[in-house]
Nanobody
Framework: QVQFVESGGGLVQPGGSLRLSCVAS????????VGWFRQAPGKQREGVSC????????YYSGSVKGRFTISRDTAKGTVTLEMNSLNPGDTAVYYC????????????????????WGQGTQVTVSS
């Protein structure tokens, strides 16, 4: 059966960094666009970043562009989200999912296109 696992979250001070990992079993992430979403208390789910199947195909939301970097390890079939210069607004539960309808990220992240969400990993940015 397909199972996604997000990891790497934790408590970090403002300005700090974290690296999140998305690992799938029973599924090949290399064949699909993979997205990271986050949801903070009282807020709607927000698409953060996407990596497509073509080299250089990435997407970042305006609030994280320049601070976050998404990448693939094609040999391992994993996706990583490196988060730098974190601020309290980044506090949320972060989820990864595979886009079953697209291999390219496009200019917008549509949540209904992504499937196989894991349990999420909590990121808390606080002093």
């Amino acid at each position: 059966q397909v199972q996604f696992v997000e990891s790497g979250g934790g408590l970090v001070q403002p300005g700090g960094s974290l690296r999140l990992s998305c690992v799938a079993s029973g599924f090949f992430l290399d064949y699909y666009a993979v997205g990271w979403f986050r949801q903070a208390p009282g807020k709607q789910r927000e698409g953060v970043s996407c990596v497509g199947t073509s080299i250089g195909d990435t997407y970042y939301s305006g609030s994280v562009k320049g601070r976050f970097t998404i990448s693939r390890d094609t040999a391992k079939g994993t996706v990583t989200l490196e988060m730098n210069s974190l601020n309290p607004g980044d506090t949320a539960v972060y989820y990864c999912g595979a886009n079953l309808q697209r291999t390219a990220c496009g200019n917008v992240m549509r949540g209904h296109e992504y499937s196989y969400w894991g349990q999420g990993t909590q990121v808390t940015v606080s002093s």
